[in-house]
């Protein structure tokens, strides 16, 4: 071959070399049987590729290999097909196998509803198929997906036309290897070329820089395979050295490196008259994009403010655990983890210290279980543990009192000294139940039957909880209307000044008149009430109510008499409690000094810097305020001296049992002389004699309520002892 030969062959391979597809000149072919589907198609690839491509859309494999019969004879490409698997008339695997035969360099991707292995298997099989995609894609996945393969398409069509030329000009066009090193430079991608016998020939300076070896001109390239199956770890090593040996379709796969690094690995042989004579490799980074990967991999099981494994990963951590006890005949518990009252903090505090309480017991949580127990972040305040391969049910029960007693020390947040405790359901696999969706439902049971039992405890489930916890259930869905239906009712109950038998306050307690089974004790729904929330419109019922009472009251001559009313914790911390009361006190015209506000000792410590807050707002409007229920709680008497209490009833568990020599008599003389010292009202609950009246005068404990002078009356048996009492006076 001439000089002038080799010239004009070298600037045919350099045309080559340049060769892209004319943009303006392509089209995307779209095959889908839905229209909803192929329009959003269409729709995606426009937005992201509609400026450089035509995109064709039809709706049958008829349809596409008539499209392509039309556009090929006009000089139109077709880099890339996208076709549905599940279509009535032709498959979409039948349909990329024929358009396979016909355009053997068109790109195929195939779109299907999972991975039908069957459908896939056939395309590999044909050698028709680029990539499959799953329903419903990522629009971001699927883009990147597609100019993955129009990148792909380029560099075949490329590669194509190289192996033409060089077949022409054979190995005479030396110049011509500038020209191809000079598109190897100018590709994203590293690139090896290696020839038949597995050889380097040839690289650029980007697979230099990926796979972080010495510079070309220190570099060997008999070291070149050495250097880089040194860096990948196994079994990638092996993965890469078997390439050699393998058939000649193109390869794509997933490398990763000793030193943290992954890379995407395309290669393909490349034949001349059906002998191979080389083996292209192209490399690319997309470590960035695999952490990408792993972090949504990683929120999409994992809660966003603790990290702990959510309710999916938890199901699945489940589901596995209970597989394992099964074939190992072990025994694994599920508990169920319930914060008791942390609405309130985080409604009344705000959810950043909300949010910094979860985190703190999170971590106490933590310290109660055993490295291969799993917690989980259930939703809101609640958890839920795995416990597998327990011996017995004391194994669950030393965990759960691990974590009543972790939880018991205050928690320091911002300023904020916070008490918090906890609700513990517990299933044992297999007594409790022998799936997950049983387990799951049983310690749910038991959680909510600790709640009814006034919290801060543990339960194991029991049959006999389920009927109970359905019985609970109905009376919840009950109180919803209770209120509407006007089934509640409130009696009175008289406070009284023992020297004078004076009756100076009267305690308004609420009662409800089940339609179906009576009267219903507070006990029982007062904190149901309370965890749904009802407690407040209920609450606010309750005092408007024995407000306007007291008031009619004292228009028939009852004119310095008190009405007394429970707040509950709720109920207190509610951010419209203040004006509410206001609201009610204009509407009723009650004088504000004619009210007390009981409130439990526990309500106030759960936050103190708030309570004291309240409690300031409510005095300053003229409002008594009482402590009920003292000494079940903390008794916190530094606590108690900073608040504005004018009053404080002594609980009746310390009452009932009163006698000159028990313990009780020496807490009711400390509370007695407390009260003296801070000028405080003491009122005993619970007299239900005269021997205990008697007692209680001789430790100065001046004002009493209890059955011995009277029972909770309602409004008419109030109104006649009321009158009563006003005409003995007379």
């Known amino acids: 071959m001439g000089n002038n030969q080799i010239k004009n062959s070298a600037w045919q391979l350099k045309a080559s070399l340049n060769t892209n597809v004319d943009d303006s000149r392509a089209a995307i072919i779209c095959v889908d049987d839905e229209p ?41 490409q077709i880099p890339l097909i996208i076709s549905d698997q599940i279509m009535p008339e032709m498959m979409g695997d039948e349909l990329l196998i024929k358009l396979h035969t016909l355009y053997p360099d068109t790109l195929k991707i195939l779109l299907t509803g999972q991975a039908n292995a069957d459908a896939v298997g056939n395309l590999v099989n044909a050698a028709a198929l680029y990539r499959y995609v799953t329903k419903p894609w990522d629009e971001t996945d699927l883009i990147l997906t597609v100019e993955e393969a129009l990148r792909r398409y380029q560099q075949e069509q490329q590669l194509a036309e190289q192996n033409q030329v060089l077949l022409e000009v054979n190995q005479k066009l030396a110049g011509a290897i500038s020209l191809l090193q000079a598109t190897l430079e100018a590709t994203a991608d590293g690139i090896l070329v290696l020839n038949e016998s597995g050889h380097v020939i040839n690289y650029n300076q980007k697979f230099i ?8 001109t220190e570099l060997d390239r008999d070291q070149i395979l050495t250097l880089i199956l040194a860096e990948l770890t196994e079994p990638y090593a092996n993965s890469l050295k078997a390439r050699y040996a393998q058939d000649n379709s193109p390869q794509f796969n997933s490398l990763e490196l000793k030193n943290g690094k992954v890379l995407e690995c395309y290669s393909q042989i490349q034949q001349l008259q059906k002998q ?12 960035e994009h695999k952490k990408a990967q792993i972090i949504i991999q990683h929120q999409a099981f994992h809660d966003s403010l603790t990290d702990l494994p959510n309710r999916t990963l938890f199901d699945r951590e489940l589901a596995k655990a209970l597989n394992q006890a099964q074939q190992e005949n072990k025994m694994l518990a599920v508990v169920f983890i319930d914060l008791d009252r942390f ?24 310290s109660c279980v055993r490295e291969k127990d799993i917690i989980a972040r259930w939703g809101g305040d609640e958890f839920t543990l795995l416990l597998p391969e327990i011996n017995c049910r004391d194994d669950a029960t030393a965990i759960a009192k691990r974590i009543l007693s972790a939880l018991k020390p205050e928690f320091k947040l911002d300023k904020h000294y916070l008490h918090i ?79 004078t038998n004076k009756i100076v306050k009267v305690e308004a307690l609420l009662r409800w008149q089940h ?75 009650l004088s504000p000094d004619c009210l007390e506000l009981e409130i439990t000792e526990t309500a106030t410590m759960r936050n103190t810097n708030l309570a004291k807050q309240i409690l300031s707002s409510l005095q300053q409007m003229g409002i008594s305020l009482s402590m009920d229920d003292f000494g079940t709680g903390y008794s916190s008497l530094s ?28 807490i009711i003389n400390a509370i007695t002389t407390l009260g003296a010292g801070l000028n405080l009202q003491i009122v005993a609950e619970g007299v239900e004699s005269e021997q205990l ?28 002892l009321l009158l009563k009492y006003l005409g003995n006076q007379a």
């Open 209 to 216: 820089d990926i796979w972080g070896l010495p510079s070309k």
């Open 343 to 366: 609405k309130t903090i985080n409604d009344t505090l705000g959810h950043a210290i909300g949010d910094s309480l979860l985190k703190s017991v999170v971590e106490r949580l933590k």
């Open 36 to 76: 909803v589907i192929l329009s959003s198609l269409g729709e995606q690839l426009k937005r992201s590729l509609g400026q450089r491509y035509e995109i064709e859309l039809v709706d049958s494999g008829a349809e596409a290999i008539a499209l392509c019969a039309e556009l090929v004879p006009e000089g139109i």
């Open 693 to 720: 009246k008697n007692l209680l005068k001789t430790l100065h404990c001046n004002y009493m309520q209890g059955y011995f002078f009277s029972v909770p009356l309602a409004v008419e048996q109030a109104t006649d």
């Open 421 to 499: 405790t906890s609700s513990l359901g517990i299933a044992v696999f297999p007594d409790d139940g022998k799936d997950a969706e049983t387990l799951l439902k049983n310690a749910d049971i038991a959680l909510y039957w600790v709640k009814e039992k006034g919290r801060n405890n543990y339960q194991h489930y029991t049959f006999r909880l389920n009927s109970q916890a359905h019985e609970l259930l109905s009376l919840e869905n009950s109180l919803h209307y209770a209120l509407k239906n006007q089934e509640f009712a409130i009696y009175y109950q008289p406070i009284v000044e023992v020297y």
């Open 515 to 589: 339609p179906d089974l009576g009267i219903v004790s507070p006990n029982l729904f007062i904190p149901i009430a309370e965890e749904n929330g009802l407690i407040v419109e209920i609450g606010d019922w309750v005092l408007k109510t024995a407000c306007a009472q007291t008031k009619v009251w004292q228009n028939m001559g009852l004119s310095d008499l008190i009405v007394s009313v429970n707040l509950s914790a709720r109920q207190f911390y509610n951010n419209d409690l203040v004006q509410t009361i206001r609201q009610i006190l204009r509407s009723t015209k």
């Open 639 to 666: 606590y108690l001296k900073d608040f504005p209490f004018s009053t404080i009833k002594i609980d009746r568990s310390f009452v009932q049992d009163l006698s000159f020599d028990s313990s009780n008599f020496a």
């Open 276 to 287: 191979t004579i080389g083996q292209v490799l192209s490399f690319r980074d997309v470590t």
